[in-house]
């Protein structure tokens, strides 16, 4: 069984910074693209950022560029995402997904709140 748990999601103020967790399990991570999404009340989810399994290649949404950055541990199962200067429109429930390359099968986690505020 297929299993993605988030982790570190929570209250910032503008400005701070967190690091999201997102851990696989039932699944050969090495051949899963994990990307990261976001989604708020009444819209879609948007893309934020992705990573190639081998070359760890990288991609982001426009405005999260220089600001956040994605990164793996193929021997942990883990992707993460390390937002920095957060702004109160980065405000929103934050999932992973895992997309396998070959099959191009999805899975995703439950989501965890990401809340900027003053």
């Known amino acids: 069984q297929v299993q993605l748990v988030e982790s570190g999601g929570g209250l910032v103020q503008p400005g701070g910074s967190l690091r999201l967790s997102c851990t696989a399990s039932?699944?050969?991570?090495?051949?899963?693209?994990m990307r990261w999404y976001r989604q708020t009340a009444g819209a879609e989810r948007e893309f934020v950022a992705s990573?190639?399994?081998?070359?760890?290649?990288?991609n982001y949404l426009d405005s999260v560029q220089g600001r956040f950055r994605i990164s793996r541990d193929n021997g942990q199962n883990t992707a993460y995402l390390q937002m920095n200067s957060l702004k109160p429109e980065d405000t929103a429930v934050y999932y992973c997904?895992?997309?396998?390359?070959?099959?191009?099968?999805?899975?995703w986690g439950q989501g965890t709140q990401v809340t900027v505020s003053s």
């Open positions: 997904s895992a997309r396998n390359r070959y099959t191009r099968s999805e899975y």
């Open positions: 039932g699944l050969q991570f090495t051949h899963y693209i």
């Open positions: 990573i190639e399994p081998y070359t760890t290649a990288t």
